[in-house]
């Protein structure tokens, strides 16, 4: 059920279901998230049933400020003091130590947490509606099926789920692809998940470099959104430099094929066979925020394959980059 999120009422009806414990779907600056109140764990089972989820990858904590963050948190550690700081309300989750009894299954059952500040205003009205009702934080995945592409505007959420499920509507997604997610459990910290913020950001709030992420890392926490095949479509998904892209465009074509690139515009729209071509934004930022709503929007039109162009070198593309090698990964032998 769509419901306006500038309307004070649908937001005190999604307030009132989230504090006895139902599922509702809100905006943020990132993409669309499917929340439960954090602090009942029988609301949260909720969502991973909905999903399809395994109970054990964890989920995010939505709070509405560094106080709300505090009741989760077993402490908060200077790193995560400087973040939070630097980036809240914003595209940016803290990994820190939980609060023992407090969110373990929005946990996954680890002794940590992640925590995030949304900038959205309709995100932040209804944790704020939420809160007057006694919820904490709101544990948050995006509001998708487990695996598949996130969802960036409010009926791509509705497309997903049974129609019942309360969607505020807040327009698309500024951002469009998830928070950046630091590890401030340990003794330095590691970018687990990038995002639109570059590393060199996150090493001037903290006043000191990352530590190294290290793939298979035994001691590093859990995080949403890290498995090697994530933010898939029903498509199959193929990721190439730009040579290989031409070379491929050049040779024999599937049927139902789709192109996302940025430079092979002439071979995509050259004849021969119909393709259905996406101009890449130049920037990365750009891509960003509609990377999401292409793929839905390819996959929607029918294709059987999307060949996309990989994005360059850069670190402002990594948060970019990460989610086509996790969308491609879906389909490697």
């Not at 035994?218 to 995080?223: E, K, S």
């Not at 070379?247 to 789709?258: C, H, I, T, V």
């Not at 360059?312 to 879906?330: C, N, Q, Y």
Request: hydrophobic share 50%.
């Amino acid at each position: 059920m769509l419901l306006d999120g500038q309307d004070p009422q649908a937001l005190a009806q999604a307030a009132a279901a989230l504090a006895a414990g139902e599922l509702v779907a809100f905006p943020t600056e990132t993409v669309y998230g499917l929340g439960a109140r954090a602090d009942v764990d029988t609301a949260v089972a909720k969502i991973f049933a909905a999903k399809g989820r395994p109970a054990d990858h964890p989920l995010i904590v939505h709070v509405l400020d560094a106080a709300d963050a505090a009741q989760f948190a077993l402490a908060l550690p200077p790193t995560a003091q400087r973040l939070m700081a630097a980036f809240w309300p914003g595209p940016l989750t803290v990994i820190v130590k939980r609060q023992p009894g407090m969110a373990a299954a929005a946990a996954g059952g680890q002794d940590s947490i992640g925590l995030r500040c949304p900038a959205h205003p309709v995100a932040r009205a209804l944790l704020a509606a939420a809160r007057e009702r006694g919820v904490a934080g709101v544990a948050a995945p995006s509001a998708n099926r487990f695996g598949r592409v996130s969802p960036t505007q409010a009926q791509h959420v509705a497309d997903e789920f049974e129609p019942g499920l309360l969607v505020l509507d807040g327009g698309d997604c500024e951002v469009g692809i998830e928070s950046s997610i630091v590890d401030c459990s340990r003794e330095r910290p590691v970018l687990l998940r990038p995002g639109v913020l570059t590393p060199q950001q996150i090493e001037a709030a903290l006043g000191e470099p990352l530590a190294p992420a290290h793939q298979g890392d035994p001691a590093a926490p859990r995080a949403s959104g890290t498995l090697v095949a994530h933010y898939a479509p029903r498509a199959v998904v193929r990721l190439m430099s730009s040579p290989a892209l031409a070379q491929a465009l050049a040779g024999e074509r599937p049927q139902g094929l789709a192109v996302y690139s940025r430079v092979a515009s002439a071979e995509a729209a050259s004849t021969g066979s119909a393709i259905l071509w996406r101009q890449m934004p130049a920037e990365a930022k750009a891509t960003a925020h509609e990377l999401f709503a292409v793929l839905r929007e390819l996959d929607g039109a029918g294709a059987s394959q999307i060949w996309i162009e990989a994005p360059p070198a850069d670190v402002a593309w990594d948060g970019v980059r990460d989610r086509l090698s996790r969308a491609a990964a879906a389909f490697e032998a």
